[in-house]
């Protein structure tokens, strides 16, 4: 049975959008308010180095894990200057007294070691106030030039045990890179942490690309291109970065493409004659299926958590609303009511939510709703927001915004799926249309 930190923190994650404020004496407890969350305070003094060569790396670690943390907006830290204890054994006893008296309610404890090129490290949870380690303390191995990835992986389970959610941060974010001035703008793929960091490009800009895709498995990335002049669907793998047309058919475009669940078929839109569908396919024996009929706009496709159903964007009513449907295709049935024009819908990992673009009384905005339809909610408001993706807990979305006197400069935005906690991610360039990876292994 969990702990009462973490049954408080996750009866708070349960709350959206209205908001709790943690007790800052005594017993942890929840109190709603007028839809303000405090965040909880918590302390990470420096990892503590087995050697005077591990100390850079150390120190690296905490700061990654307090900007993990903290940038979820549902922790507040305890500046080290702070601190009346000074953690310089990470098997020695935790003064419980010195932290209850600097208000930190939990606390992340670590060791560091590294050997040539391997990286080791070790952390602790703490209860403060109930004067106990949380769990027991977990050892993560890899190398010094992903010291990075250890720190995300560090915050992943500090971040579940207090929740008793999945974690996000060792997870990645492909994306388009936006350069040069507007009317001769160039784009390319890339690849980052989830929080900006670590950008590596995957193809170069000589042709337009747009709306990349992850694999289930995070390995593979499917995405539009220009390169022959009109849009075609590509294959990419992220390790070797060597990439495939998918769908070449003369006289026909193909754009939208999204992975099914199991990593082996993809949906996506296909222009040809004057009508555009929803087709799927096969990826090993490229066999392609039909999946609607209607002289509309089909697009924008996305499966459900259990591959059984898609939500898509059609036109078919008079303008753009969102629709599901069997994944086989058939009867579509409509679940988006409000006024405006919906767009990019996108399914979340957790089922119970579709994220979409919403263009309503001249304003653009990132919104969810129910699978029904129901409970319609508007996260963001903006010149132009749009194209969002899941984080892989569902509990953050990542969006395109672009803002008026920018140039025409995209840049990419993230907010939580109660509205709060709204902020830039950070790009070398401009930035749009960006998808979320599953948990890296």
Same mark, same amino acid.
């Given at each position: 049975m969990r702990n009462f930190l973490a049954s408080a923190l996750a009866a708070l994650m349960m709350i959206a959008p209205g908001g709790a404020a943690f007790a800052q004496n005594g017993p942890l407890r929840i109190e709603i308010t007028d839809g303000v969350i405090e965040p909880m305070p918590y =302390?990470?003094? *420096?990892?503590? +180095?087995? @050697?005077? =060569?591990?100390?850079? $790396?150390?120190?690296?670690?905490?700061?990654?894990?307090?900007? *993990?943390? @903290?940038?979820?907006?549902?922790?507040?830290?305890? +500046?080290?200057? =702070?601190?009346?204890?000074?953690?310089?054994?990470?098997?020695? +006893?935790? &003064?419980?007294?010195?932290?209850?008296?600097?208000?930190?309610? =939990?606390?992340? @404890?670590?060791?560091?070691?590294?050997?040539?090129? &391997?990286l080791t490290v070790r952390f602790r949870l703490y209860d403060v106030f109930s004067d106990k380690e949380m769990g027991n303390g977990l050892q993560f191995t890899g190398t010094t030039e992903g010291w990075r990835r250890m720190a995300h992986k560090v915050s992943d389970a500090v971040y579940s045990r207090i929740t008793g959610e999945s974690g996000y941060f060792d997870s990645r974010v492909v994306f388009v890179s936006e350069s040069g001035p507007k009317n001769e703008r160039q784009k390319r793929l890339a690849i980052m942490d989830y929080d900006g960091a670590d950008v590596k490009y995957l193809t170069s800009s000589d042709a337009i690309v747009l709306a990349p895709r992850f694999s289930p498995s995070g390995d593979r990335v499917l995405y539009t291109s220009y390169e022959s002049g009109f849009p075609q669907i590509h294959v990419l793998d992220v390790g070797s970065v060597q990439r495939r047309v998918l769908n070449a058919d003369e006289g026909t475009m193909s754009f939208a493409p999204r992975f099914a669940p199991d990593g082996r078929t993809v949906v996506y839109s296909l222009a040809q004659g004057g009508n555009t569908d929803l087709y799927k396919m096969d990826i090993s024996s490229g066999r392609r299926t039909r999946l609607t009929t209607a002289p509309s706009i089909e697009t924008a496709p996305s499966y459900s958590p259990d591959g059984s159903q898609i939500v898509f964007e059609s036109d078919r009513s008079g303008s753009p609303q969102l629709y $599901?449907?069997?994944?086989?295709g058939g009867d579509a049935r409509r679940i988006s009511n409000g006024k405006g024009r919906y767009g990019t819908p996108v399914w979340s990992p957790r089922g119970d939510l579709v994220a979409f673009t919403k263009q309503s009384g001249g304003r653009f905005h990132i919104g969810v709703m129910r699978t029904d339809g129901s409970e319609e909610r508007l996260l963001t408001a903006s010149f132009l927001d749009e194209g969002p993706t899941w984080s892989p807990n569902g509990r953050v979305i990542m969006f395109t915004r672009e803002t008026q006197g920018a140039g025409g400069r995209a840049l990419l935005y993230s907010v939580d799926v109660s509205g709060r906690n709204l902020k830039p991610v950070r790009t070398p360039d401009g930035a749009s249309d960006p998808a979320w990876s599953p948990l890296q292994k």
């Open positions: =302390a990470v003094p *420096d990892f503590v +180095p087995d @050697t005077p =060569a591990a100390a850079e $790396i150390a120190a690296q670690l905490s700061r990654v894990i307090a900007s *993990d943390l @903290t940038g979820t907006g549902l922790f507040r830290e305890v +500046p080290a200057s =702070a601190h009346i204890s000074r953690v310089t054994d990470f098997g020695a +006893p935790v &003064k419980y007294a010195d932290w209850k008296a600097v208000n930190a309610q =939990a606390l992340v @404890t670590g060791g560091v070691s590294v050997q040539g090129k &391997k $599901i449907m069997s994944a086989n």
